[in-house]
Structure formats: C-alpha cells, structure tokens
C-alpha cells in the first residue's frame, strides 16, 4: 500500500510531442489522482500546448532524439541515462520505437525503476530480409530489457510470442485492447457535436444532401492514402456528388505519390486538413469512415469513429480486423483491393438505414470493449504492482494476466 501522502514517481517517455498529444490524453490527471508524480520526456518541441484538463500538470522535459537510426543516437542515449541517473523512478513507461530503445536500455544502466513497454505497432511489419531482421532485433531487445509488455491488440501480442520477440509471460493486455482507451463521453454523437458537424459542412460548401467520406490519419503510403485516389474515384462514378475530407499531418518519412497530391489539392470535392486537435466535428459531418491502411496496432480514429457511430470501411489487416467487426461495426475488404473498398462504401451511401443500424452497433461495441476508465484502471493495476516489487525479486514475480 502507498503511504498517505507519497507518491510514485513516474516517467513517461516518448518519441515525439504528437504522440504525447494524441494517445494520452486524459490518463495522466487519471494517474496523478491516483498517486503518481509524473514526469514527461519526449523528443521535440513541435507540440508544446497541453490543456491540464486533459493531460494534468506533468514536469516535461526534451531531450532530443532522431526516429529513425542515427549517430545521433549515443548523444541520446547519453542524456536519458544522464536524465533517469538525476531523476530516480519507481515506474517508466515507455513506447514508440527510438524512446522505448532508449529508456529501456538507459534505465538498466542506471538501475532505474521498473520499466513497461507499450508496444503500439511493430514497424517492421511490412518489412523484409536484413531490414525487418534488424528492427525485429530492436523490439526484441526492449522487450527483453522492460518487465512488463503491453501490445496495443490481441493479434499484435500472439505475433510477439510466435516470432519470439517477447516471452507471454511478460505480456498484459488492457481490457480487450488499446493503450488508452476511448473518452466515450467526449467522443459521442450529442446534438452539440451533430451540429458542429453541421457548421463544418457549411463553411466548407458541402451541400446538405452530399455524403461526406472521411479519412484520418498520418498521410503517408503505408496509412493507404494513395489508395484513396481510385477508391474515391469510383465513388463517384456511382455517387458523384460524394465528398471526401482528408484529416492528418504529413510523414515525410514515407510521402505519398504527387499524382494524389495533385489530385487531393485540386479536386474541388476534396477537403484536406492537417493535424486537428478536435476531430469530432468531423467525425460528426462524415457518413462513413475509409481508412485503407495496411496494418495498424489498434487505430484510435476507428475507436474514435465508432464511438461517433460512425461505421468504417477498412482492409482486412492487422489492427483494422480487431477495430472494426465486419459486419456489425462497418465491413473489411481485401488488403489493397480498391473496388471492393469502393463497392462496400457505395452500398452504405445507399442503404441509410443499415448504415445508421451499423452506426449505433459500433458505438455499442466500443462502449462495451474500449471505454477508457476500463483501460486506465488495467493499467493502474499494472502499475502499482510494478513500483511496489523491489528490484531483486522483479524477475521472479508473476503478474495476473490482465
């Protein structure tokens, strides 16, 4: 038990600011009411505006750090280790690839806190030969490093323990999957955010009987943006007066093709946006989800929609398939199969009354399987059992699966 008025130390650690801004939100005020003193370590300064509703009062701290491998990495290394050997923890929690390589391999030189993993996707997925053995290594290497692994999807955790990355007796799951769960008071379909949706149609010059399409996500080739392009094309030779809004900031690590750049920025019925911090409106004014990525973890904005009873149309690939139910949460179609995408997107636009059925069982499943308070209080339990082992029997311990 903790002591009345003492509390856990904490540190949070990830890449990139977005990440901080995107995926935590909420948990931190959750841990810090819960008596944990949290400090933030990230690798930038693009995202630096944190609402304290959302995100408490954490001490956050850059300590920069490059994405992908770099000589730079050992001046990284060098200032976690710096920063964890000023800074004594009793729990880190670590994701995304470089700050979790990093904070895992710093804070067993220092001999500093317990440390957990949340593995939200496996980069090297779609990778192969020398490439995808070197990053499999990486994950390899953290997870055995870290204590406690936490896979963002049930598939993603039985591909860790096939291909031997890590050892099922460190993986937990959240509930049924996700690492922070849907906000599903925030994310509803109430008149209010109905009719934000329905001023964002009007200042964009949407017609009110024109069906809205919607993406969201990083704008990159492996999110499928590319495939949007044909998808939306035959859309429209069906449903011509469809529109399509493209939401989410660009990855100039893996940038999409200049024909759909062309095509994105001057198609008067597309509607391109970057990083926006309230979806909901958009959410709101779309009538069906398109999301043609080619593996995710677990994809929030598929939550996200849902919760909005949004229904999705989404290939049939890792992460998707646990996101969506085909069928009773929206439909999944063949990876990179356009028509097929195209086709199950023409029949909702046309069939409003399955649509809308499909629409009110997707928010029925998130609230029954991801609503965050169920996540949050799993990962507390993770924790608190963590910053109570003392270091020499951590590795003898067995936790309760989760």
Sequence with gaps: MLQAGKKHRMCVMCTHSFTLATLYKGLLPFLENHGYEIHVVVGDREYTEFDSALFGNPRISVLPMKRLPSPFDLISLVRVAHFFFRNRFDVIHLSTPKASLLGSVAARLTGNGRIVFVNR???????????????????????????????????????????????????????????????????????????????????????????????????????????LVPVFRRIRDVVPHAHLIILGPDDPRDPISPQSEETFATDPQVHRFGFINDPRPFYACADVFVFPSFFEGLPNVLLEAAAMERPVVGFDVPGVREAVEDGVSGF????????????????????????????????????????????????????NDLATTSIGSIANTRYRRI
Aim: charged share 30%; with cysteine.
């Design 121 to 227: 996707r496996r980069v090297y997925e779609m990778m192969s030969g020398r490439k995808r053995r070197f990053y499999a290594a990486v994950d390899r290497l953290i997870c055995g490093l870290c204590d406690v692994v936490v896979p963002v999807s049930r598939e993603m955790g039985h591909q860790l323990v096939e291909e031997g990355i890590c050892s099922e007796s460190q993986l937990r799951i959240l509930g049924y999957g996700s690492s922070n769960g849907i906000d599903t008071d925030r994310f509803s379909p109430r008149d209010e955010a109905l009719n934000a949706g329905q001023e964002l149609r009007r200042e964009l010059g949407i017609p009110a009987d024109a069906p809205i399409l919607l993406f969201i996500g990083r704008i990159c080739k492996e999110k499928g943006v590319d495939h």
């Design 332 to 383: 999944l179609v063949p990876c990179r199969d356009d028509d097929a995408m195209a086709d199950r997107t023409i029949h909702l636009l046309n069939h409003t009354e399955e649509r809308l059925r499909l629409g009110r069982q997707s928010r029925e499943r998130v609230m029954r399987l991801y609503r965050r308070e169920v996540t949050w209080e799993n990962l507390l339990a993770i924790l």
